[in-house]
């Protein structure tokens, strides 16, 4: 009884935990040491230094993230294969080259942001930068200030996905919101009240008349 009790209680929240796609999340990033390699993995594979993987404590197995240092703005997509870290705080643990990549070898941890990409080894979300307006002209008598453009990231869902059920989630609940919009815009119809006009009797039509005579 005690082992069952265990072993729901580490895989209960696996469980419980749905995952969508473009979901993010915010920690430190760590890497593995050198006692760790050319060692299986919890996916059953040999951790090598030069392929780009990582280790998540929730995540399923071949999800693609795309781990991006807050310090330097550099960015990478990794696989998922194994579990961990275990330590208070970090949220993924990368490989060799994934930290030479973001520049954490010499600092050790960094903080991050992971957004969900893909999942089943197949990206979905593509990343592209796209040039917005920061600042728009000012002029006046003493300066003249010039338009200000950015590069910002955003994200394009692949054409042919090969695994769609992961899209359902998303379409599934734009519909919701759109229900509730059309819902709110629906106007409340009004009752007209119409005055009330009074019936005049067919006697007091005669009486009118006899008094006119």
């Given at each position: 009884m005690l082992r069952i009790t265990l072993l729901l209680g580490i895989i209960w929240p696996y469980l419980l935990f749905s995952q969508e796609l473009g979901e993010e999340s915010y920690g430190i990033?760590?890497?593995?040491?050198?006692?760790?390699?050319?060692?299986?993995?919890?996916?059953?594979?040999?951790?090598?230094?030069?392929?780009?993987?990582?280790?998540?404590?929730?995540?399923?197995?071949?999800?693609?993230?795309?781990?991006?240092?807050?310090?330097?703005?550099?960015?990478?997509?990794?696989?998922?294969?194994?579990?961990?870290?275990?330590?208070?705080?970090?949220?993924?643990?990368?490989?060799?080259?994934?930290?030479?990549?973001?520049?954490?070898?010499?600092?050790?941890?960094?903080?991050?942001?992971?957004?969900?990409?893909?999942?089943?080894?197949?990206?979905?979300?593509?990343?592209?930068?796209?040039?917005?307006?920061?600042?728009?002209?000012?002029?006046?008598?003493?300066?003249?200030?010039?338009?200000?453009?950015?590069?910002?990231?955003?994200?394009?869902?692949?054409?042919?996905?090969?695994?769609?059920?992961?899209?359902?989630?998303?379409?599934?609940?734009?519909?919701?919101?759109?229900?509730?919009?059309?819902?709110?815009?629906?106007?409340?119809?009004?009752k007209v009240i119409k005055p009330k006009t009074k019936k005049v009797h067919a006697k007091s039509k005669r009486t009118i008349r006899k008094k006119g005579k």
């Amino acid at each position: 009884m005690l082992r069952i009790t265990l072993l729901l209680g580490i895989i209960w929240p696996y469980l419980l935990f749905s995952q969508e796609l473009g979901e993010e999340s915010y920690g430190i990033a760590s890497f593995y040491s050198n006692t760790f390699y050319k060692h299986k993995t919890a996916n059953q594979e040999l951790l090598k230094k030069t392929s780009l993987t990582a280790a998540h404590r929730i995540y399923p197995f071949n999800t693609l993230v795309e781990v991006t240092n807050l310090s330097n703005r550099k960015s990478i997509i990794v696989r998922i294969n194994d579990r961990g870290p275990f330590k208070r705080g970090r949220i993924i643990d990368l490989t060799e080259i994934g930290a030479k990549k973001l520049q954490l070898r010499k600092q050790g941890l960094a903080k991050v942001k992971i957004k969900v990409v893909g999942f089943e080894n197949e990206q979905m979300l593509i990343p592209y930068q796209q040039l917005t307006l920061e600042t728009n002209p000012k002029f006046s008598r003493k300066y003249y200030q010039k338009t200000r453009l950015k590069y910002r990231k955003k994200y394009r869902i692949k054409r042919n996905i090969k695994h769609k059920k992961y899209l359902k989630k998303r379409k599934v609940n734009k519909r919701k919101t759109l229900n509730r919009k059309t819902s709110k815009k629906k106007t409340v119809k009004r009752k007209v009240i119409k005055p009330k006009t009074k019936k005049v009797h067919a006697k007091s039509k005669r009486t009118i008349r006899k008094k006119g005579k």
